[in-house]
């Protein structure tokens, strides 16, 4: 029996990503969306609040929140109240103060809530932390570079305060944390903000890993090839993860991990836990970027343009 599920938000990441991976599923059933009156999905009954949907489509369980993330904690708790279970894409929240709650009122409610992180997701994720297991890791070096005029286009939330090139360095910390044995202690963290933006554009981190040593280069101002790499040497060799953990390498000779795309690994993941009614609630990939705000030496540089 497939789950009934509505997508909140009409946006890129709605179009681009979920909507492929729940018609390619058989899991799910997209019955609905709430959106804007200028962000309607086509080919579906579009709603301008949660609790007008579940009103019309009472078969509805579960919303996907898809929106930008200052509007994330009210529209959880407004999914929360109807009765339904949450898939929330990242940034979770605001806040991390706003994503804990969301988590806490929730799990007091019985509802399964699965924080999604798609890198996490990625086809190398799980092999890349198996080959870790029982090596000595002796650095890595993470290189986080792609062009935002790219990846979102006209879009001025992305410039929020907390956002900027975190939005795609976030999921370079999602798959840091999946994969490597340790906490990353935030060492220092250098943001390059725009003149004219209120988020950083650029970011230079050090991390230390249980005494390995992490540096991370985020950019989103990268022109010409897109670049995310994750490199770890250790006493077996070195081991590469490119194209957003979607590759694998050992000492430069490919390794296959398959091919599943990360959102249609996510959803099977999200099924596995509303049949067991399970809730994955992990927020550590936002707790690193609130780190790199509280220890950040910032420099202003240009406008962007």
């Known amino acids: 029996m497939t789950v009934t599920i509505a997508i909140v938000g009409g946006g890129k990441i709605a179009r681009d990503a979920h909507i492929p991976a729940i018609a390619g599923s058989d899991d799910f059933t997209l019955a609905a969306a709430v959106t804007l009156a200028d ?53 979770p929240a605001a806040t991390l103060a706003e994503a804990q709650d969301i988590a806490a009122r929730a799990r007091a409610a019985g509802r399964v809530l699965y924080q999604s992180w798609h890198s996490r997701d990625a086809a190398a994720v799980e092999p890349a932390k198996a080959w870790l297991k029982g090596k000595a890791i002796r650095g890595v070096t993470i290189t986080w570079k792609e062009d935002v005029r790219v990846w979102h286009p006209g879009q001025e939330w992305i410039w929020e305060p907390g956002i900027g090139v975190f939005d795609p360095g976030i999921n370079a910390l999602s798959v840091a944390t999946a994969i490597l044995p340790d906490v990353l202690r935030l060492q220092s963290s250098a943001l390059r903000f725009p003149a004219n933006k209120a988020a950083p554009i650029a970011a230079s981190l050090t991390y230390d890993c249980g005494g390995v040593p992490v540096a991370a280069e985020f950019d989103f101002d990268q022109k010409g090839p897109q670049t995310w790499d994750i490199d770890i040497d250790t006493d077996a060799g070195a081991l590469k993860l490119s194209l957003g953990a979607s590759k694998m390498a050992l000492d430069g000779k490919p390794v296959d991990v398959g091919t599943v795309p990360e959102y249609v690994a996510l959803y099977a993941r999200f099924a596995k836990l509303l049949r067991a009614r399970q809730s994955d609630a992990d927020f550590t990939p936002f707790a690193c970027v609130a780190d790199a705000f509280l220890l950040s030496a910032r420099t202003i540089i240009g406008p962007f343009a």
């Open 39 to 91: 962000a309607e999905l086509p080919g579906l009954p579009n709603f301008r609040t949660i609790a007008a949907m579940k009103a019309a489509l009472p078969e509805v369980t579960v919303v996907a929140l898809c929106t930008p993330p200052r509007s994330r904690h009210a529209l959880a708790l407004q999914a929360i109240d109807a009765g339904l279970d949450i898939l929330n894409e990242k940034p």
